[in-house]
C-alpha cells in the first residue's frame, strides 16, 4: 500500500546515482578514504546501494562506454540538494564521472499510435 504524504507536505523524490570510474582506476589509501568521507556524507539520503562485489550482467556491445561502475539510490528534497551530493563523489576531481537521474513510481503507459490498438500488451496485427 502506497502512502502519500500529508496535505502541504511535500514528498521527497528518489534519485540514482550511476558511477563511472575513470579509465585505469587504480584505487589508493587516499581515494579509499575520500570515498568513506562521501559515503559517510551520503548515508542520510540512502535509499539504496550496489551490493559489493557484485557482479554485473549485462548485455549489448561490450565495446561501448562508458560502463556504470556502481551505483546509489538516493532520497533528496530537490534536485539542488542531490546535485551537491553528488558533485562531492571524490573520484570526479579524479577522471570519473557520475549520472543522476530521477526515479519515478508513476505508471508507465506507452503511447498508441492512431489506429493502432493494444490487447493485452500486445499490438493488434494489421
Known sequence: METRPSKGVRAMATFLFLH?????F???????AAAVAWFERLAPNLAGRTVVGT???DFGDQ?????PT????I?????EQVMSLAKAWPLVSRG????VRELT??????????GARVSDGVPASR
Not at 565495446?63 to 560502463?67: D, I, K, L, T
Open 20 to 24: 563511472h570510474f575513470p579509465r585505469g
Open 26 to 32: 587504480q584505487g589508493s589509501p587516499e581515494t579509499a
Open 55 to 57: 557482479e554485473a550482467h
Open 63 to 67: 565495446n561501448a562506454e562508458p560502463v
Open 70 to 73: 556502481a551505483f546509489e539510490i
Open 75 to 79: 532520497a533528496a528534497d530537490d534536485l
Open 96 to 99: 570519473g564521472r557520475i549520472e
Open 105 to 114: 513510481t508513476e505508471q508507465f503507459t506507452l503511447p498508441v499510435s492512431a
